[in-house]
């Protein structure tokens, strides 16, 4: 729900059109389509294994996605599939990818040339979401700050954010960006679970996200800012 729900602080009306890149349990695509306004999602993921045994044993974490009539699973790349699309189409793009490791599957779509391509196909209201790698004290430097970074030369806002994943036993870092910041609400203070309950089939099934989480998760360590500030790497395709 961190990927997806956030989006509804920043007061956008509605998501229709969505892009999910990676996901490949359906997790995200399971709280993509919470939202009642969502008419298509296009899940794009490499891996049809990982998909299949995720549909087939994890019915817990996606809880029927697979099987939504608004849901488009695609077995490609998530940049050949983004480039496919008209520009301007999506409301929202969200990557649940693996992090920009050294010749991963997908660290070129950390890089400054596919946020280009993410501003082009997202409509004039966009909003991008992005995991962004571990934000502890030791290794919010790995990754985390290097992709806000290169997310800011491209987007005109950027929002850096992090919460603790059980899972990962690990401080876990996000990006939020805004193709536009005219027509946005700004103010993370107003308390906005009210929107969640408009916007969402039923926001009561959210165990861990609402307006003071939010809240919460906006509000970074000293330490996450001061590398933050001082980050200077770029993320290029020819320097990943």
Not at 11 to 22: H, K, M, Q, R, V
Not at 44 to 50: E, G, Y
Not at 123 to 134: D, H, L
Not at 148 to 174: D, E, M, R
Request: with cysteine; net charge negative; hydrophobic share 35%.
């Amino acid at each position: 729900d961190l990927l997806q729900n956030t989006c509804t602080f920043f007061n956008i009306s509605s998501y229709y059109f969505i892009l999910l890149g990676g996901g490949g349990e359906g997790a995200t695509a399971r709280e993509v389509l919470r939202h009642t306004s969502v008419t298509e999602c296009i899940m794009a993921d490499i891996d049809p294994v990982v998909c299949q045994a995720a549909k087939d044993h994890l019915q817990q974490w996606h809880q029927g996605a697979f099987e939504d009539s608004r849901m488009t699973l695609i077995i490609d790349d998530a940049k050949k599939i983004l480039e496919s699309y008209p520009d301007g189409y999506f409301d929202a793009v969200i990557l649940d990818l693996s992090d920009p490791l050294d010749y991963g599957p997908c660290y070129t779509l950390y890089a400054t040339e596919f946020y280009n391509l993410c501003i082009q196909k997202l409509s004039a209201n966009g909003v991008f979401v992005t995991q962004a790698g571990p934000a502890s004290v030791h290794a919010c430097t790995d990754c985390f700050t290097a992709i806000h970074t290169t997310l800011k030369q491209v987007f005109p806002y950027v929002s850096a954010y992090a919460t603790h994943i059980p899972s990962f036993t690990n401080l876990w870092g996000f990006h939020l960006a805004l193709t536009s910041t005219e027509t946005f609400e700004f103010d993370q203070k107003s308390d906005k679970d009210a929107l969640l309950v408009e916007r969402l089939k039923d926001s009561s099934l959210l165990r861990h996200y609402d307006s003071e989480t939010h809240q919460n998760m906006f509000k970074l360590p000293k330490y996450i800012r001061k590398h933050l500030a001082e980050e200077k790497r770029i993320i290029c395709e020819d320097t990943p």
